[in-house]
């Protein structure tokens, strides 16, 4: 059986579509960086700088280089420093690891039969930092991430890809857990059993997995 996690608002309790439930990664940006964080956040996460989107969107998508958008974009919203630097503070922000997710995997990966993956949207820095910095490599088999693949997690594509690469067959169905609801709907078009995680309950009740904790 194969199972699949999420990053952002899964496995890492930070960043979530529902403003509600976001942890604050930025709240102090400015008074340690001195970035204007408005106009930063409009800049790099929401302004249409290319065909798919904002530069984040192309970073994502492993059509930019993270480093290289920063760079043009950050002495825009008042930062002086080095983007090493800047990349460094981003990424320790955006680590808070959910503890009782990762309990579960623990449990979870104690079944031979279980091959456990992470499916997530990230660019190429960031996926280095969560695979081998926050060790999720020790628990998980494989990281399949958009910038990889070529195509954003919003794409059915992503998923297509991924089942083409470990050559999932029609009847196997990989259990998903994901925060976005249009994500779990076009996982479940390419035959995934997903499902829309708000809590370890959605994990722990799993009718293909609750007898495992």
């Known amino acids: 059986m194969k199972i699949f996690f999420d990053v952002d608002g899964v496995l ?3 960043w979530h579509v529902n403003p509600e439930l976001r942890k604050p990664r930025n709240a102090s940006i400015e008074a340690d ?9 409009h800049k790099f996460f929401i302004e249409k700088s290319n065909p798919l989107g904002s530069a984040m969107d192309a970073c994502v998508a492993g059509q930019r280089d993270l480093k290289d958008a920063l760079a043009e974009v950050l002495p825009q919203v008042g930062y002086q420093g080095h983007v090493e630097d800047f990349v460094h503070y981003w990424f320790e922000k955006d680590s808070n690891v959910s503890i009782e997710v990762l309990e ?4 979870l990966s104690l079944t031979t039969d279980i091959e456990l993956f992470i499916a997530t949207g990230q660019e190429h820095f960031r996926a280095a930092y969560i695979w081998n910095k926050l060790r999720f490599s020790e628990l998980f088999k494989q990281m399949f991430f958009s910038a990889d693949i070529g195509y954003l997690k919003s794409d059915i594509r992503f998923f297509t890809t991924i089942n083409s690469r470990l050559g999932v067959s029609e009847t196997e169905r990989p259990i998903f857990f994901d925060y ?11 035959g995934w059993d997903a499902v ?3 809590t370890i309950e959605d994990i722990r009740s799993h009718p293909r997995l609750n007898e495992l904790f």
């Open 196 to 198: 829309v995680f708000h």
């Open 180 to 190: 976005r609801e249009d994500v779990v709907m076009l996982a479940h078009q390419a």
């Open 104 to 107: 579960l995997v623990k449990t």
């Open 33 to 41: 960086l001195g970035v204007n964080l408005s106009e930063f956040e």
């Open 12 to 14: 890492v309790d930070g």
